[in-house]
């Protein structure tokens, strides 16, 4: 098979007639072996009815559907298990990503020989203030952060190589970051198209004012995982070993200057009564906590199974 499209919806019963048309009106033009994969997040609506009418005209619709709303990473992360085309393209359902841009997105796959290549909505048709800005800032950040010269890393319409998706796990709410587990998990060959951005045709954002807060702590999230989750003592184990060190170090120094003093008959206070005690005996005790994070995190990164548990109520194959 040639092309798996992932689309992650919540609550876009409208938008989903229409997406599905086009998609297959691309593949049929381009003589595309194809699936497409829906993952209802848990919508409200009556999305599922749609999807299984859809899925009734067209053999090639496949769709899952969670219990409840488990978020996008989690829509991602059975979709991309589910695919079975060498090449995968995820998009939005909003009708936002064009279906046009598949063609070219699947030939940088297969014949540049990209790992991944990402979307960048050069013109955006979202708030000025409430989206645009906010995703410069933070694709700049997370350019300087990680060195991966993209610059759009939430755009949802992205193409894989099939490989990449089965390596990598997106959780929580990693899935603005997907290029970034992508090169820590050796797909390094990481491309960018210019993709056309088209005004919501129906219904709303799902998205509200707490992205403000999660898209910077995502980041540090990523890069730290992506960097120490198989080995957390390699952080913790060092940063506490050289604190302890230095509230050791100074704990002696402060030690043989009171015998010093001693010695020599001269009058000097007790070392409890000097703030450099306390300070090393604070050093040394946050050092060893956090050594002891650095072996709790090794304990735990051993027992990650459920990261992603979810429940599927129906599926279509």
């Not at 290029?179 to 820590?184: E, S, V």
């Amino acid at each position: 098979m040639n092309i798996s499209v992932v689309i992650p919806l919540f609550n876009e019963e409208e938008s989903l007639p229409e997406l599905t048309g086009w998609i297959a009106k691309v593949m049929n033009e381009h003589q595309f072996s194809y699936e497409i994969v829906l993952i209802d997040d848990g919508s409200n609506d009556g999305s599922w009815e749609v999807i299984e009418r859809l899925h009734a005209d067209n053999s090639c619709i496949k769709a899952i559907k969670f219990r409840r709303n488990y978020g996008k990473s989690a829509a991602l992360y059975a979709g991309f298990a589910a695919t079975k085309g060498k090449v995968v393209i995820t998009m939005d359902a909003d009708l936002q990503d064009s279906p046009d841009e598949i063609p070219e997105l699947y030939r940088m796959i297969t014949e540049e020989g990209f790992d991944l290549v990402s979307g960048w909505k050069k013109k955006r048709y979202d708030p000025v203030l409430s989206k645009n800005i906010p995703s410069k800032f933070y694709n700049w950040i997370a350019r300087r952060a990680t060195g991966i010269k993209i610059h759009d890393f939430n755009c949802g319409l992205k193409a894989y190589r099939s490989q990449v998706v089965k390596s990598i796990e997106v959780y929580g709410e990693m899935h603005r970051y997907i290029p970034i587990l992508a090169k820590w998990a050796g797909f390094k060959k990481i491309g960018e198209k210019v993709v056309q951005h088209q005004e919501r045709k129906y219904g709303v954002t799902k998205f509200g004012i707490e992205r403000f807060i999660r898209g910077p702590l995502d980041l540090l999230s990523v890069i730290f995982i992506s960097r120490f989750s198989k080995r957390p003592m390699h952080f913790f184990g060092v940063l506490g070993t050289i604190v302890f060190l230095i509230g050791f170090i100074a704990t002696v120094v402060v030690g043989v200057n009171k015998l010093i003093a001693v010695a020599n008959q001269v009058a000097a206070p007790r070392v409890t009564d000097t703030p450099y005690f306390y300070l090393a005996l604070t050093a040394m005790i946050i050092g060893t906590q956090l050594f002891l994070s650095g072996f709790i995190g090794e304990l735990l990164s051993r027992n990650s199974s459920e990261r992603n548990k979810y429940l599927i109520e129906e599926e279509l194959n």
